[in-house]
């Protein structure tokens, strides 16, 4: 089994780029392939940045890995043979000066910059088949940041079942928050696109928003 780690990423902002820097450094002690995938100008699409890195991957077991977070169990949910797999259950999402700790190798406790929530399905770390990719892609019509993860995972439970979590810990490293509407909403357009993800409950009725765009 081939493993490629593909992180869509883009540059520009220093602290981002510094969390980058360290999850990348403590990736490569793997030895797994790691690709940098790209949505070159103009507005910011999470899924032509994964798309563009998973065509230059080589792996069969793709780890989808945002720049910002980190999970031990990455290793664990790589083997696990379910298709896809959430290594994670909790998010901790760091202050600035916690995740300088944690970077430097501070053992904890860590300062919050808000509650530990559960993880979003497709959100941060998924590690999954090129197969389950290659039938099931994330909608590259989200822009900026919100809602993209939860139609992915949507899309994903719907035309694969249901997906498979483990109960590792995921830290987020901290960075300034990109424009949204608030924490949970990024636009009105993802908003009203992750609404008609929301009420596909058949893989036809999701195979045929993805051929609107997959055309």
Known sequence: MDISVVVPFRGGCPHREAVWDWV???????????????CGDGPWRKAVA?????????GDRIVMHDADVWCDGLPEAITNPAPIVIPHHLVHRLTQHSADQFMT?????????RPIYLGRPAGGLLVFDRTVWDQTPMDPRFTGWGQEDDSWAQALTVTHGPITRLRHDLYHLWHPPQER???????????????????????????????????
Do not use: C, F
Request: no cysteine; proline share 6%.
């Open 105 to 113: 190798g501070h053992p904890g406790p860590y300062k919050l910059d």
């Open 24 to 38: 990348r450094g403590s990736l490569e002690t793997s030895g797994w392939e790691i690709v940098v995938g790209q």
């Open 181 to 215: 509407m608030n924490q949970v909403m990024g636009s009105p357009e993802s908003k009203a696109l992750w609404r008609r993800y929301e009420t596909a409950r058949t893989p036809e009725a999701i195979r045929s928003l993805l051929a609107e765009v997959m055309e």
């Open 50 to 58: 994964l798309a563009d890195g998973i065509n230059r991957a080589s």
